[in-house]
């Protein structure tokens, strides 16, 4: 079987918002688990997103998002997150999760390396009592586009 997904991506230097659909066709996909109630089956889901960063000082911005998740099965699911950012690669953020879950991450910038953790813990439903939270470490390379290397040999 196949599928598709498909998204938009608007951005600025301070300004950020998006819009995907994954599993368009809701194609189906294995054998079904015998004795489940839910078949093989690929379910729509859509995702918007937003953000804009504002400038405190020279040193300092403040950048509220949200990212609004509709998911078969469960009701929209909306995440509101403040972020704070010094000197733009080192930040501190908050995120409170419509369906009871709270975050806190950190994140580092050294040259092309990021380093963040995160963990969030959820305080509603039955699987608070089962679980102490989840944890995530990040590591990401920013690397150089072309065209900024092309103007380096220019210049």
């Known amino acids: 079987m ?17 819009f ?12 079904p ?11 729509r889901n859509y995702y918007g997103l937003a953000a804009y960063r504002f400038n405190i000082d020279s040193d300092w911005q403040f950048e509220p998002s949200f990212l609004i998740r509709r998911i078969q099965f469960q009701s929209n699911i909306m ?7 010094y000197l733009e ?6 995120t409170y999760r419509t369906n009871g879950t709270a975050v806190f991450g950190f994140g580092f910038g050294v040259d092309d390396i990021h380093i963040s ?10 699987i608070q009592r089962h679980t102490y939270g989840t944890h995530e470490i ?9 065209s900024k290397i092309i103007n380096l040999f220019e210049n």
């Open 79 to 85: 995440d509101l997150t403040t972020r704070v950012l």
């Open 33 to 43: 688990v015998s004795g489940s109630p839910y078949g093989n089956l690929g379910f």
């Open 117 to 126: 953790y995160s963990y969030d813990h959820t305080f509603a439903g039955n």
């Open 138 to 146: 990040g590591v990401a390379f920013r690397i150089q586009n072309i």
């Open 20 to 31: 995907s659909v994954v599993n368009m066709f809701q194609s189906s996909f294995n054998t």
């Open 2 to 18: 196949s599928d598709a997904s498909s998204g938009v991506y608007l951005y600025s230097r301070n300004f950020y918002a998006g």
């Open 89 to 94: 690669d080192t930040w501190a953020a908050l």
